[in-house]
């Protein structure tokens, strides 16, 4: 479609040097041809230019003093994408790898994974190029608080509600929200993922990994299979990898693998979840600590694995769980897990897959789910916490769960029910991205040119 690819280029001469942006970018309008041929009144009102444009971005430097009396010098992201349907939603990462291209991805992917979930949230995102691995608390608190003190001009809890992401928990959460509470003077529900201590909702550690099994199990049923007895790979060994490990061993499924930034932990009699928590969550160590405590598992490092992808997805298995980060999983390591049978893949990361992986997917026929919409359960679970502190009262987990299942119910059947409308049945990439544009777009309309 000669409109979508004019737009492409458009942005890319306003927004040069920004590869993932564009790859986010370029995979969603894909998706819209259909609607926007049959919708003329989408191209009549800008909608897409509009959408890619964040409605403001913020940069800003980050000075802190490190152990040695030092200054050092970060670089600091807010991308406040869209807010249509609600204040910004959307978490902050800390990596030496952040920078604008992939803030305003993870961005613009939150646009469409919150409008997905039916909750009224927003779009954006944020971080630093800052690497907590090997700093001190004394370290993380005094870089938490000096970005503190730019971002709390820009948010509050009707306006712009951060939360974690990769190199953010509660320790870095805990340490913002009070340096933000106290230049405000003022106890807001402004963060999510906040400790329990302090108006955290139980649940929400848990939810992405949670809900990522969940929307796998919605797949899996309409494909007449069941999670129970089922061989699943998982990358990654964060939060969200914890947590979709735990679940799929709760619903009897067996895990065989995690992953870290250095190798690939492969146990084929199933991972030791409580030694894989006590490592990653407890002595923030290394996958390889596991093999010392069980010899009998492999570990893979990275320096062996193949040259055209990741070593966890050349595994063996049924299911697969990209739990990591953008784009680990390659064309090559898709052509592997469909060539040993794997029947479903389900995304806890936000755009683990290459797009040539995706159309690999996509080609085979194989239950595919992607981000946006499989990993939406965080953000669910964060507006929950909203709702939570709005109304000064604090849900069991068992009700959290049961409204996360129903979330994630809903949200595979909007992806799946769009699909099936606009002629491609089983096509959730293009179902989860109409379905979520279209709630945006029909609210931006209603809404004049702002």
Not at 211 to 235: P, R, W
Not at 409 to 425: C, K, M, S, V, W
Request: a negative charge; charged letters at 20%; hydrophobic letters at 40%.
């Amino acid at each position: 479609m000669t409109y979508i690819h004019d737009t492409i280029v458009r942005l890319q001469q306003s927004s040069p040097a920004q590869a993932e942006f564009y790859q986010a970018v370029e995979e969603v309008l894909e998706s819209l041809t259909p609607i926007l041929e049959h919708n003329p009144k989408y191209r009549q009102q800008a909608i897409i230019e509009r959408m890619i444009e964040p409605e403001r971005q913020i940069m800003f430097r980050v000075p802190w003093v490190d152990d040695q009396g030092n200054i050092q010098v970060n670089k600091g992201y807010r991308v406040e994408f869209n807010s249509a349907l609600g204040p910004y939603k959307g978490g902050l990462r800390f990596h030496p790898s952040v920078n604008a291209s992939i803030i305003k991805f993870l961005g613009f992917e939150q646009i469409f994974k919150n409008a997905l979930t039916g909750l009224p949230i927003g779009g954006g995102k944020g971080g630093a190029n800052f690497d907590p691995k090997g700093k001190s608390d004394g370290e993380i608190m005094r870089f938490c608080q000096s970005f503190m003190n730019e971002l709390y001009r820009h948010i509050g809890p009707t306006t712009d509600v951060p939360a974690g992401d990769i190199g953010v928990g509660a320790r870095e959460i805990g340490y913002m929200f009070g340096q933000y509470k106290k230049l405000v003077n003022s106890f807001d529900g402004v963060f999510t993922g906040k400790s329990l201590l302090w108006g955290g909702s139980l649940g929400r550690k848990e939810a992405t990994g949670y809900g990522c099994v969940y929307f796998a199990q919605y797949m899996l049923a309409d494909l007449g299979h069941e999670l129970a007895g089922k061989t699943c790979l998982v990358s990654g060994a964060g939060n969200v990898a914890i947590y979709t490990i735990e679940k799929l061993q709760q619903l009897g499924a067996q895990v065989v693998s995690c992953s870290d930034s250095a190798g690939t932990l492969y146990h084929a009699s199933g991972i030791e979840l409580a030694a894989l928590k006590q490592i990653k969550e407890v002595e923030q160590g290394r996958l390889t600590d596991y093999v010392k405590h069980y010899p009998e598992a492999e570990y893979i490092a990275k320096a062996d694995y193949p040259a055209d992808g990741h070593a966890v997805w050349r595994l063996k298995a049924d299911l697969a769980f990209p739990c990591a980060t953008q784009n680990e999983l390659t064309a090559a390591d898709a052509k592997a897990l469909v060539a040993q049978g794997c029947i479903a893949v389900s995304e806890g990361a936000n755009m683990p897959s290459t797009p040539e992986a995706v159309e690999i997917f996509l080609q085979s026929g194989i239950a595919y789910g992607p981000g946006k919409a499989a990993n939406a359960g965080g953000v669910a679970t964060s507006q929950l916490e909203m709702a939570q502190n709005a109304s000064m009262q604090r849900w069991s987990f068992a009700e959290v769960d049961e409204k996360l299942k129903v979330i994630m119910h809903n949200i595979y059947l909007r992806a799946r029910d769009t699909a099936e409308q606009f002629g491609q049945p089983g096509n959730l990439v293009l179902g989860a991205n109409i379905a979520g544009f279209k709630r945006v777009a029909d609210a931006m309309i209603e809404q004049g040119v702002v």
